[in-house]
């Protein structure tokens, strides 16, 4: 039997599941993550994907046991690797499965493992869109530690924008679980994986061939309070279903049909509905729509008045204005960047290598035009996973390419949206080459000169890199501003999701603004990683709101904690409530158990948003929308900087966020527990911070450095 868990995201893999494993049949009220193993070829991944399957359920009775008597009957110790191989041989064999994708279930997930055992062939699958991973596992063997390949493997996870990656520590038991060793090994993957812009969700000790860490803790590592594995790929988050993500209508023709102009097309993404605000893009027409149409007439029901996703509709608007097929319906809100140069990264399939100037045609959705390739960079060969030093891309290998567009297309960043950021090369007449948009510059970015050209050259160009100097940031920060300005909070953060490519970090201490944050951000999904620095001396109460708004927003809230050797250093000099003491015993204490967490949490980050509103304090009114931190190499957004509590309090109300109950006992702003009171009537809402420190000293540290 076939059991396709998504036939279109996955064309090329659709899995025969028979006698080998337990059939799986997924869960459409349960998430979906695949995840992609990655590692050394010698560091356990076979055991490892053989154990969680065991762990998981996911084998028949019996399976195990025959094995084991395989093993025995040749004299053989029995090793979890048998299983693959066993699934392979079968495979082999014409009888079960494509082994590259193992289903399993979590308590919480469906879970698709892909065993990636030829990363050249991944890398295309996932490029051209054959294959989609939504998080990682990276292997590493305990006693080896990090090898070349690891860190390729890193590399490949960072080409092909998988942002969430746990590290799994294999072989522990050989080493006798020695903490030493495995913090060793931590600082050195999570140092690695910072340099390529990735922050581990986990690092994992484990030894897969005796189970200790993939499902239960070991005794051995009383010292870890981490995931194990199985808990990590029920932490992972899964991708937003398409129906979910800003409306994308690719016009498929244009239909006269008695009085009506009928606008055909697949809904790719989003929903649409009758009266909604969109825009025809790239042209940016407004219209609003007035029919969704149906054949045959739907009598006697009435006629449809919404679509969603995966639909082929027909839509007519309110107002005549010019579409025509290629162009893309959006929603007014949230539109496609009109692009006129991009930026993608793309796997090349032709003979003859892809060089600077030559001519192609790119093709998005529907709609293609001509182009000219401007730049190449970083050519690799992924077999190797190594740079080619060269400025063309060879046949099968993999680039960064910008290309000058002679007519502007609708698309997206592929990170904000896989399907509308996915683009077709065409060369001499055929297809040559397939891969995702990094970021998109508009046509209007060139038309003024001088710094005001390069201002406004930001808006609406994604940034890939950051290697942008103090002066980039900052001009990019002052094109955002005027922009940003006249936007809705929600708008805000869309708008820096869709200007910036790479990590987006929100910080949440769980306060009030940070609550409706976190709502604005989970009903858009803008791709955005949610962190919370968990001090260790927050309120019960905090930690309650925490688990509640991961259940009611179905997301990961990340926790950064303090390094163990300098909290236990600070509390030796200066006790566990050392903070009263003096205001530079306060700041060692908020170095430590925030400010420190904070440089890490943000590490690899292009942006930052924080719940900062100018009424807080006097020291906030100085501060802004939307600013440049050159220190951190990044753009820092408070969305809803121009908000009163008033307003904050409404849509609460009017929204059912889950709060903090600390708000309706008086607490204006929530931090440590030692170091917040409530407030008075009439006191300022900051007054309850470090209230035996004088008003203008109240900061902490984390927001001191915007410019
Ligand atoms: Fe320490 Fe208080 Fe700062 Fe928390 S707020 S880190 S307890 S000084």
């Not at 356990?44 to 996911?58: D, P, Q, V, W």
């Not at 209007?444 to 980039?472: E, I, K, N």
């Not at 309090?649 to 527990?673: K, W």
Request: proline share 6%; aromatic share 4%; glycine share 8%.
């Amino acid at each position: 039997m076939i059991a396709p868990l998504n036939a279109e995201r996955e064309p090329a893999m659709n899995v025969q599941l028979s006698g080998c494993l337990r059939p799986f049949a997924p869960d459409a009220a349960r998430a979906l993550v695949r995840v992609v193993v990655v590692g050394h070829v010698d560091h356990g991944k076979s055991t490892l994907i053989g154990r969680l399957l065991h762990e998981a359920g996911g084998l028949p009775e019996g399976k195990l046991a025959t094995l084991a008597a395989v093993s025995a009957r040749r004299g053989m110790p029995f090793e979890w690797s048998f299983l693959l191989d066993a699934l392979q041989t079968e495979r082999d064999q014409g009888i079960t499965i494509d082994t590259s994708q193992i289903r399993l279930r979590t308590p919480a997930r469906d879970v698709v493992l892909i065993d990636a055992p030829g990363h050249a062939e991944f890398l295309r699958n996932m490029i051209t869109g054959a294959a989609q991973a939504d998080a990682a596992l990276l292997l590493v063997d305990a006693a080896e530690g990090a090898r070349e390949q690891t860190r390729r493997h890193g590399y490949l996870l960072h080409l092909l924008g998988v942002r969430q990656v746990a590290v799994v520590v294999n072989k522990m038991d050989r080493l006798g679980f020695d903490p030493d060793r495995f913090r060793a090994i931590e600082a050195e993957m999570t140092a690695a994986l910072a340099g390529l812009g990735l922050t581990p969700a986990a690092v994992i000790p484990v030894s897969a061939r005796t189970g200790d860490g993939v499902a239960r803790h070991a005794s051995a590592t009383a010292w870890y309070r981490g995931p194990t594995v199985l808990a990590m790929l029920d932490a992972f988050s899964p991708a937003k279903a398409p129906a979910d993500l800003a409306l994308r209508l690719p016009v498929q023709a244009i239909y006269k049909f008695d009085h009506r102009r009928i606008i055909a097309g697949r809904l790719e993404s989003g929903r649409i509905g009758v009266g909604d605000e969109i825009l025809v893009m790239p042209a940016a027409k407004p219209a609003r729509v007035r029919s969704i149409e149906s054949w045959p007439a739907p009598a006697p029901s009435p006629a449809p008045r919404a679509a969603t996703a995966g639909q082929s509709v027909g839509i007519t608007l309110d107002r005549e204005i010019f579409v025509e097929r290629g162009h893309v319906i959006c929603a007014a809100a949230r539109p496609a960047a009109p692009a006129k140069r991009l930026r993608a990264r793309v796997f090349w399939l032709d003979r003859q290598p892809l060089a600077v100037g030559g001519e192609i045609v790119a093709r998005i959705g529907t709609a293609s035009s001509p182009a000219v390739v401007r730049t190449i960079e970083d050519a690799v060969d992924p077999g190797l996973l190594a740079s080619d030093g060269a400025d063309v891309i060879e046949q099968n290998h993999v680039g960064e390419i910008g290309i000058e567009l002679r007519q502007p297309l609708a698309t997206d960043a592929h990170a904000a949206d896989p399907n509308s950021g996915r683009i077709v090369l065409e060369f001499g007449g055929r297809i040559a080459g397939g891969g995702l948009v990094l970021a998109t510059e508009t046509a209007d970015a060139h038309a003024p000169s001088g710094r005001r050209a390069r201002d406004q050259a930001f808006v609406g160009t994604r940034t890939a890199r950051m290697d942008l100097d103090a002066d980039a940031l900052g001009a990019m920060a002052s094109a955002l501003a005027p922009v940003l300005a006249a936007l809705s909070p929600a708008q805000r953060i869309a708008s820096l999701r869709r200007e910036l490519a790479g990590k987006i970090v929100f910080t949440t201490s769980f306060g009030l603004e940070d609550q409706v944050i976190l709502h604005l951000i989970s009903q858009q999904d803008d791709n955005i990683d949610i962190v919370t620095l968990d001090t260790g001396r927050l309120f019960p109460e905090t930690y309650a709101l925490w688990a509640q708004a991961e259940r009611h927003y179905g997301r990961t809230i990340r926790a950064v904690y303090p390094r163990h050797d300098d909290l236990e250093a600070l509390v030796a000099r200066q006790g566990i409530d050392g903070f009263h003491r003096s205001r530079e015993a306060r700041i060692a204490c908020c170095n430590v158990r925030k400010v420190e967490p904070l440089e890490r949490a943000l590490a690899g980050a292009r942006g930052w948003i924080a719940g900062l509103r100018a009424e807080q304090s006097a020291h906030r009114r100085d501060m802004a929308l939307v600013a440049a931190e050159p220190d951190r190499a990044l753009i820092k957004l408070n969305p809803l900087f121009d908000w009163t509590r008033e307003q904050l309090l409404a849509f609460v109300s009017a929204n059912d966020v889950p709060v903090n109950p600390l708000h309706a006992r008086g607490f204006a702003s929530i931090g440590c527990a030692p170091c917040t009171r409530a407030i008075a009537p009439g006191e300022p809402e900051r007054a309850g911070r470090w209230w035996w420190e004088e008003e203008q000293k109240k900061e902490c540290g984390l927001h001191a450095r915007s410019s």
